[in-house]
Structures are given as structure tokens and as C-alpha cells.
């Protein structure tokens, strides 16, 4: 909020373009299933280091590609097809075998919008 008139002020617009590319974290932890509002996602480490999604299907029965996306210097995850962007984010807790650790990630889309999903067992 405006502290002159109560009027309130907007984020700044998320950029479309992807940032240069980085040297990024090791991914092959963060493969698996993820659930989001659409249907759910798979993450697989290509030998390259980037990471491929791919996304269930319903009719057809089967996951396709979504796109290869690289780490990039923001920290996220870009395809240089796909204006959304991922980033995977440590969150605590335990997993099913007792790790200390479970994965939350991330999906950032034109105008700023989110959606999360939790990771689950690959299957």
C-alpha cells in the first residue's frame, strides 16, 4: 500500500526471457512424480544436465514432453521453448523411509503466477 493514498502498488512483471545459463546443483534427487493443478509431472536428469518434464496425459494413457529446461543464474529451471520456469526448493520433513528431506517445487508462469506441487514416489 501507498502510504500517501492507500492505493496499492503492483510487483514488478516476470520476465519471459531466461537468464544466462549456470552451472547448476545435481538434479538426479530431485527426479520423480509431482502432483499440480493440471496433472502431474515427471522429472527425469538427462546425461546433458538438463532436466525433462514430462506430463501425464490422460486420454492417450501415457506422459509426454513437456521440454528439456537448463539451470539458469535466477536459480530456476528454463526451456528455451516454454515461458515458465521451475525451481525446486527443499522443504522439511520426512519421507516415507525416514529422510529428513522432502522436495517442493516451484512453477513460475507469465504474470507472476505460481502453482506448487509436492513431490511423491516415483512410480
Not at 528439456?68 to 521451475?86: E, L, M, N, P
Request: without cysteine; charged residues 15%.
Amino acid at each position: 500500500m501507498s502510504p500517501i493514498d492507500g492505493a496499492a502498488t503492483l510487483p514488478a512483471k516476470v520476465s519471459t526471457t531466461a537468464p544466462p545459463a549456470a552451472s547448476g546443483p545435481g538434479i538426479t534427487t530431485a527426479r520423480g512424480i509431482y502432483g499440480n493443478s493440471d496433472s502431474p509431472l515427471q522429472a527425469i536428469a538427462n546425461p546433458d544436465g538438463s532436466l525433462q518434464l514430462n506430463q501425464w496425459d490422460g486420454p492417450s494413457r501415457a506422459r509426454k514432453q513437456v521440454g528439456a529446461y537448463q539451470y539458469r543464474s535466477d536459480g530456476s529451471w528454463w526451456s528455451g521453448t516454454d515461458t515458465a520456469s521451475y525451481r525446486f526448493a527443499v522443504a522439511s520433513g520426512t519421507d516415507e523411509n525416514g529422510n529428513a528431506q522432502d522436495l517442493l517445487t516451484v512453477g513460475r508462469t507469465v504474470g507472476g503466477a505460481q502453482r506448487g506441487a509436492v513431490h511423491g514416489p516415483q512410480t
